[in-house]
Structure formats: structure tokens, C-alpha cells
């Protein structure tokens, strides 16, 4: 099982980027998914979660501006946002756990990160 990230990059303040994270591989169910962030100097936090069943939970820094969402068929979660600002620039890195094809526990998988950089 392999998450691929995408969507990062380079966006002046107040614009919008959204990320995207698929999970790959023989995945037999996949459960909570989400995206963390690191800046440099700081220890890596969550940013936003939902869990297999829709519901969503967001750090105080961004609820209002970002927006997480799944699509199931694709083992897919996306992460919109707006209004971005120069505190937002971190590492991204999404978070999944899954429950590979023949096992019987779910483990903690996450992709390689993508760099979101919020600067004019």
C-alpha cells in the first residue's frame, strides 16, 4: 500500500490550492484518512481528518478555509484551501488507515509530502 500526494506549490496570500492524496495497492478497507503539516522548526500537527463514515475534524488555524473530503471508489482524500496565508506554508503530508487486502489489522500509512509555500 503506497499514498501518492499531489497538489502542492507556490501561492500568494489569500489564494486557494487544493491537495490531493490516493491511496494504491491491494487495500481491502480503508478507514480514517487525513492531512498533517509541518513547518520548519515545528513538530508536524493535524490539520484535518474524516473518518471512513464522512465525519471531519479540523484544527482551529484553518476551520473556515480548508475543507477535507474522500472519494471511497478512488481510496482518495482532498484537501481544499482558501484563503491562504503566509502561516499556512508547511510540508503536507496525508494520512491513511487501511487495512491491507488478506490482513486482518489496519495500519497507519503516509505519503511522501508535498510543499505548500504562501508568499507573494
Known amino acids: 500500500v503506497q499514498l501518492q500526494a499531489s497538489g502542492g506549490g507556490l501561492v500568494q496570500p489569500g489564494g486557494s490550492l487544493r491537495l490531493s492524496c490516493a491511496a494504491s495497492?491491494?487495500?481491502?478497507?480503508?478507514?480514517?484518512m487525513g492531512w498533517y503539516r509541518q513547518a520548519p522548526g515545528n513538530q508536524r500537527e493535524l490539520v484535518a481528518s474524516?473518518?471512513?463514515?464522512?465525519?471531519?475534524k479540523y484544527a482551529d488555524s484553518v476551520k473556515g478555509r480548508f475543507t477535507i473530503s474522500r472519494d471511497n471508489s478512488k481510496n482518495t482524500v482532498y484537501l481544499r484551501m482558501n484563503s491562504l496565508k503566509s502561516e499556512d506554508t508547511a510540508v503536507y503530508y496525508c494520512?491513511?488507515?487501511?487495512?491491507?487486502?488478506?490482513?486482518?489489522?489496519?495500519?497507519?500509512?503516509w505519503g511522501q509530502g508535498t510543499l505548500v509555500t504562501v508568499s507573494s
Open positions: 494520512n491513511a488507515d487501511i487495512r491491507p487486502a488478506l490482513e486482518y489489522t489496519f495500519y497507519d500509512y
Open positions: 495497492g491491494s487495500i481491502s478497507s480503508n478507514n480514517a
Open positions: 474524516i473518518g471512513g463514515g464522512g465525519r471531519t
